[in-house]
């Protein structure tokens, strides 16, 4: 059978990646990583099981996973607000599979539903996640990212404006939060301080910030990394006296954060990774700590800049001021408490 064009740019980008090799740092180091996602695209190309197992099975020591909804394998029919829990049940499948070799197991899932349903037809949503997840279900992403210049960005959030201020969206929060679940997000950085208000509103909640609060760095942002990060250092601090809310520190080599990478003759090593993004790691460690902190991979997104086994280096360097205590925490045992792994 003829290769795709999806399966041939695959194989490229994974020459491409391939330039750079590196001995795996700290080897034995249990890892969970609390986000990654699954899809089968025919526009880009699946990502499933064997495609995540390449990655965390590329020699560092990843034991559990996270899901995160990206918006895959919905429902092709029936009502609209309970098409998301297809993704579910899919995640779930791959899961059962995990289990049946070694390697990475996938523990957890994120899904999606829309937070501004009213209360009933909402817990019907999360009734169809649990029953989906088969014991994985933990939480919603309905995430708050919308994009000031969308034409500038790879990946452009399109959520409606005042979604953090809408008082269903936060009653959706607070059934969340009454419920057990996690609510994850992703936004830019000039929405972290309508985050910061939202967190205050919906205490009884677990908010986890994914991917730093996503400074941007590409279109009208070019150029303006010291004084978008000197501002994203203020919000950071605001929203980490928020004790409800979780970090997921990763996510930052995205095309739209403006390293470059994703465009490079070859990709970064890790050393490279450090000196551009140590910064924005050791900064919401002190803001929040280790205990409130956690390391992700955001693959197969980050996967676009760099390799599983160069990512992980990097983070194992950044944390290694930290104690071994502190560093079980980033890699583990904050994802463990918040997903209930």
């Not at 791959?94 to 937070?115: P, T």
């Not at 939480?139 to 201020?165: D, F, N, S, V, W």
Request: glycine share 10%.
């Amino acid at each position: 059978m003829a290769s795709t064009g999806a399966e041939d740019a695959a194989r490229r980008h994974q020459a491409w990646l391939d330039q750079v090799q590196e001995e795996v740092i700290d080897p034995e180091r249990p890892i969970v990583d609390p986000h990654h996602h699954l899809w089968r695209r025919d526009d880009i190309g699946d990502y499933v099981l064997e495609d995540l197992r390449a990655d965390t099975g590329s020699g560092h020591r990843i034991e559990q996973t996270v899901f995160v909804e990206c918006g895959a394998s919905y429902l092709p029919d029936g009502p609209a607000h309970l098409r998301p829990t297809g993704e579910t049940a899919f995640v779930a499948e791959q899961a059962a599979r995990s289990r049946d070799a070694a390697g990475s197991v996938i523990a957890g899932v994120v899904g999606h539903a829309d937070l501004r349903l009213e209360a009933g037809v909402l817990d019907e949503v999360l009734d169809a996640h649990e029953e989906a997840g088969h014991g994985l279900f933990r939480g919603i992403r309905h995430a708050g990212a919308r994009a000031e210049h969308p034409e500038t960005l790879t990946i452009p959030g399109r959520a409606p404006a005042g979604l953090y201020q809408d008082p269903a969206f936060r009653a959706g929060l607070r059934q969340l939060g009454e419920r057990g679940l996690t609510y994850d997000t992703w936004h830019y950085h000039h929405q972290n301080a309508d985050f910061a208000a939202l967190a205050g509103a919906v205490p009884g909640t677990v908010l986890v910030l994914d991917h730093f609060g996503t400074p941007l760095g590409v279109g009208p942002y070019a150029g303006q990394r010291e004084v978008i990060f000197e501002a994203w250092k203020a919000d950071i601090a605001e929203i980490a006296t928020h004790d409800n809310v979780v970090a997921k520190l990763g996510g930052l080599s995205m095309p739209d954060n403006g390293f470059g990478w994703d465009g490079a003759a070859q990709p970064p090593r890790s050393d490279e990774v450090v000196a551009a993004q140590e910064r924005y790691y050791h900064h919401a460690i002190e803001c929040f700590g280790p205990q409130r902190c956690m390391f992700e991979s955001n693959f197969p997104v980050d996967k676009r800049s760099l390799s599983y086994r160069v990512l992980y280096n990097a983070l194992k360097k950044m944390a290694a001021p930290f104690s071994d205590a502190e560093q079980h925490e980033l890699f583990a045992g904050t994802a463990t408490r918040t997903y209930r792994l």
